[in-house]
């Protein structure tokens, strides 16, 4: 309902509209500040009104929409409009009257703002204020006869409210400015709370540093100390228990075995101890190798079984064959899946111990699982599994440091992986560890790439796989021509070459090598099948090669190793002290 429509054509009408605007808003209800915002507004847009377009009408009215009253006020001229609204809205325009500040001003005071204009059609601007309450038509219909039956008032108390209105500004101003003094001396004073608790939390931390240094240091020197006497023990129980200096009644070899069992166990504890000592402190190494995880399965199979004195129980190992090499410590991967199956058989009186290697969709990451049918763990048991000291109690099961698995999760994280276990009560568990085919900091190094150049398949077959194991990546060419084509790519740290080839004999390509200079330096083996005279041998070692008999490699791959740039990577956190 359209409450008052007065026109803009003088500054005394400008003064007017704005002391209508305030009183409208005082009738509908509005508080204080909204009064002076809503005045303020149609001030601005009056002058506005006034200035660029000389006249213009400003309207006043109440809309009723979805349970809710808002008073609109919609100011519109006949002038040149706005070339550059999009500025002026963005607040990037700013005129010599300042009128970017007035319309980006009104933007902010109301609750709903509308634009329209057009070079040579004029501007219409309409706002919105929301009420408090719902203004029914009878109320409208009121306020709209007050509004008429009061004409305009003069230019004396138009004034007076607004000096009024400025002082009451002027004292909610300096009440925020009191409030926000009041703010800023408690924020100081929380502030120089919060630094001397920041102080007093560094000082602790720091003492925290120093006790966990000591301990580190302490178990550090108590497991070297430790380890010494513990060996020596082993070696007497395994003389006694081998009976090499005399025999042994059935009694006497169970205490030795016994013996030999309990100083077993302690050695691992203590090797578990200087395992996290050294990890704490910062001093684990990560020697980097490339394997097979068929080996690794090997490996594990033939400690275990001989250990393995429970008939009820099976331990199996999955076929691992065709599986990737692994390019990663080998010994913290044994290690970790060393204290998994040796959790396992711990807690499994009868079933089976199943170890089972599993490539990723990605082809990047391997998840070794070591799968049991023991008594299973509860919710609250594996969320503190893999804690440093943390133990599963259970009657009648012999207890450890609660390190093993601990140190699992530390050596996998080490590694670039991630442990994982998944059980319940009674129906046996799983621990994973998933790890990255090749270690992190190898694909930093980047891993070192060898050319073979052999017509044999089977030979290629061998030396690539011995060469994988050095950490190559390797190419293999069956030709001389194509052979000499990828070598001069630049990509190779060394060259793999046999000296029969079909198309171009291997002495004939060890001299195109030698004659490009992008070549001249690279190392080149050749390997032969069959021992060469004298003067064949001189006149490929002149040319800088290295000459090896394939049988002598295929029984002995650490001459191979040797022969070659390293390509086995040595990865250490910090020095070992």
Known sequence: MNLLALPLRSEVELADARTRARHIAELLGLGNQDQVRVATVVSELARNVLLYAGSGQVTFSVRDEAGRSTLLIEVRDQGPGLGHLDEVLGGQYRSKTGMGVGLTGTRRLMDEFDIQTAPGKGTVVRVGKHLPAVVGDAEQRRVAEVLGSSGPRDLLTALSVQNRDLLETLAALNEREERLQV?????????????????????????????????TT???????????PLHSMLGLARILSGQLDGPLNPEQLKQVQLLQGAAGDLLEMVNGLLDLAKMEAGKTDVDVTTFEVRELFGTLRALFLPLLDNPAVNLIFEDAAGFPPLTTDQRKVEQVLRNFIANALKFTAAGEVRVTAQLLPSG??????????????????????????????????????????????????????????QSAPGAGAEFSAELPVVYPGVGAAKRPRALLIDDSEADRYVLTTLLTRAGYEVDEVAYAEPGLEQARSGAYDAVVLDLNLPDRSGLDVLRALRENAGTRSLPVLVVIAAALDAAERAALETLGASVHLKEALYQDEQV???????????????PDA
């Open 364 to 421: 990047d990451r391997v998840r070794f699982t070591v799968q049991d049918t023991g008594i299973g763990l509860s919710d609250e048991e594996q969320a503190q599994l893999f804690q440093d000291f943390s133990q599963v109690g259970r009657p009648g099961r012999p207890a450890g440091t609660g390190l093993g698995l601990s140190i699992a999760r530390k050596f996998t994280e080490l590694l670039g992986g991630r442990v994982g276990v």
């Open 560 to 574: 191979l190793f040797a022969s070659l740039p390293s390509g086995s990577v040595h990865y250490g956190e910090a």
């Open 183 to 215: 703010l800023n001396q408690e924020l100081q004073d929380t502030n120089r709370g919060v630094v001397a608790l920041y102080a007093e939390l560094e000082e602790k931390a720091e003492r925290l540093r120093e006790a966990n240094g000591l301990k």
């Open 218 to 228: 302490f178990l550090s020197y108590m497991s070297h100390e430790l380890r010494t």
